[in-house]
């Protein structure tokens, strides 16, 4: 994949459990030009995560005050905590490299307003609920309560697909992976066309 100077943002969305945290960070460790936005969040760190790698951990009193100066691309609730891309951090980082968001439904309706932003929006799903459920419990980062309701909230989730470029089946890793190069391989061809 070329980086031509025509940077692009992908958003990656999927229901919990599917893998698009996975293959984020395949994207950004094959190719250098992509860097990972790093969203704001008030939820605390899980015992892997690292604060300004992972998320900017901060609290629900600083995340309400960015909100009030509009400070955010875009910010959702999800699961009674909040996540949020902040403008300064995207705009920085897109002078040089390619961006890819790990973010959901909300947060793309959100950026898709941005009418400036060269978006490419991929929705991640798994070829059914069982194994969405089956996933979830697998993965062991959320208690019995957290499985229930991240996988109760599928059925909204995937009622936004229509907001979506392009819809991938995750139903092996490395097959998922390659069709989302090829869709970014033509993207950046497409953008690089339109924007000479």
């Given at each position: 994949?070329?980086?031509?100077?025509?940077?692009?943002?992908?958003?990656?969305?999927?229901?919990?459990?599917?893998?698009k945290?996975?293959?984020?960070?395949?994207?950004?460790?094959?190719?250098?030009?992509?860097?990972?936005?790093?969203?704001?969040?008030?939820?605390?760190?899980?015992?892997?995560?690292?604060?300004?790698?992972?998320?900017?951990?901060?609290?629900?009193?600083?995340?309400?005050?960015?909100?009030?100066?509009?400070?955010?691309?875009?910010?959702?609730?999800?699961?009674?905590?909040?996540?949020?891309?902040?403008?300064?951090?995207?705009?920085?980082t897109?002078?040089?490299?390619?961006?890819?968001?790990?973010?959901?439904?909300?947060?793309?309706?959100?950026?898709?307003?941005?009418?400036?932003?060269?978006?490419?929006?991929?929705?991640?799903?798994?070829?059914?609920?069982?194994?969405?459920?089956?996933?979830?419990?697998?993965?062991?980062?959320?208690?019995?309560?957290?499985?229930?309701?991240?996988?109760?909230?599928?059925?909204e989730?995937?009622?936004?697909?229509?907001?979506?470029?392009?819809?991938?089946?995750?139903?092996?890793?490395?097959?998922?992976?390659?069709?989302?190069?090829?869709?970014?391989e033509?993207?950046?061809?497409?953008?690089?066309?339109?924007?000479?």
């Open positions: 994949m070329q980086h031509d100077g025509e940077n692009i943002m992908v958003i990656l969305s999927s229901p919990s459990g599917v893998g945290t996975t293959l984020t960070k395949k994207i950004q460790q094959k190719y250098p030009s992509f860097k990972i936005s790093v969203s704001h969040t008030t939820r605390p760190p899980r015992s892997n995560e690292v604060n300004e790698v992972d998320y900017h951990f901060v609290s629900m009193g600083k995340f309400k005050e960015l909100i009030k100066q509009k400070k955010f691309y875009e910010h959702a609730e999800i699961f009674e905590n909040y996540y949020g891309t902040l403008k300064e951090n995207v705009d920085k897109i002078i040089n490299n390619d961006i890819i968001f790990d973010i959901d439904w909300q947060g793309t309706k959100q950026l898709s307003k941005f009418k400036n932003l060269k978006l490419i929006k991929i929705y991640l799903i798994t070829d059914s609920k069982k194994e969405l459920k089956n996933r979830l419990i697998k993965r062991d980062q959320n208690s019995e309560e957290e499985i229930n309701k991240r996988f109760s909230a599928f059925d989730d995937i009622k936004h697909w229509n907001d979506y470029d392009y819809i991938v089946i995750n139903k092996n890793l490395d097959i998922c992976f390659k069709q989302i190069e090829k869709i970014i033509n993207s950046k061809k497409k953008f690089t066309y339109l924007f000479q």
